[in-house]
């Protein structure tokens, strides 16, 4: 199953930062862990929200150039996220997609 809105989307259409997009510039399992939380509790019922990891941002709106991550690192984070999110309660598990 694929996410509702393709990352040129998010990142090409003048898209600021807020409580249901979070750009990340690195994969921090810590933080990055944290805002899964918060958008699987999803308390104001928006649907979740979208985390872009190497995406750097300034001011809530996305850096250009687009840094993105090591596509040798793609595979091991997708399993880092799953395995962290085990942790949570109950166990959520996020929509993943590489672009």
Do not use: H
Request: net charge negative; charged share 25%.
């Amino acid at each position: 199953m694929s996410i509702p809105i393709t990352i040129d989307k998010l990142l090409s259409e003048n898209i600021v930062e807020w409580a249901r997009i979070e750009f990340k510039l690195g994969w921090n399992p810590e933080t990055t862990l944290k805002t899964i939380s918060t958008f699987a509790n999803d308390i104001d019922n928006w649907g979740g929200g979208y985390i872009v990891i190497g995406a750097e941002e300034k001011e809530g709106r996305v850096v250009r150039p687009v840094n993105g991550i090591d596509p040798n690192t793609v595979d091991r984070i997708q399993k880092e996220i799953l395995r962290y999110c085990k942790f949570l309660k109950p166990v959520y598990i996020p929509l993943i997609e590489p672009e």
